[in-house]
């Protein structure tokens, strides 16, 4: 005896992407300004220029924006800059903000 089994399949998909965060460093009066650029080219993958130009906001204006990223990368970058400064003896600090 032949069943006959009717599936209704639901083809309809929604995605959404991920949320994504601002990284932005902290300035600080201890950390060396060739150890900030060092970091933005490092972790940051940014140009020397680019680099200088992010340190110099973060001076004059005490933040400067790294990048913008999904959560897990941006945590990543996080402690990475965590990191790196407290092997070297610095007070640098990182921190994200949703975008």
């Known amino acids: 005896m032949a069943t006959k089994t009717d599936l209704e399949i639901d083809e309809q998909t929604i995605l959404k992407y991920p949320k994504k965060y601002f990284v932005f460093l902290l300035n600080d009066d201890y950390t060396p300004m ?7 080219m ?10 200088q130009d992010i340190m110099l ?11 913008v990223y999904t959560y897990e990368i941006a945590e990543t970058k996080l402690k990475q800059v965590r990191r790196k400064a407290k092997d070297n003896g610095f007070p640098l600090k990182a921190t994200m903000e949703e975008e």
């Open 34 to 40: 060739d150890f900030v650029v060092d970091i933005l």
């Open 42 to 51: 490092d972790i940051f993958h940014k140009t020397y220029e680019e680099a």
């Open 57 to 67: 906001e973060v001076h004059k204006k005490n933040r400067g924006l790294c990048g």
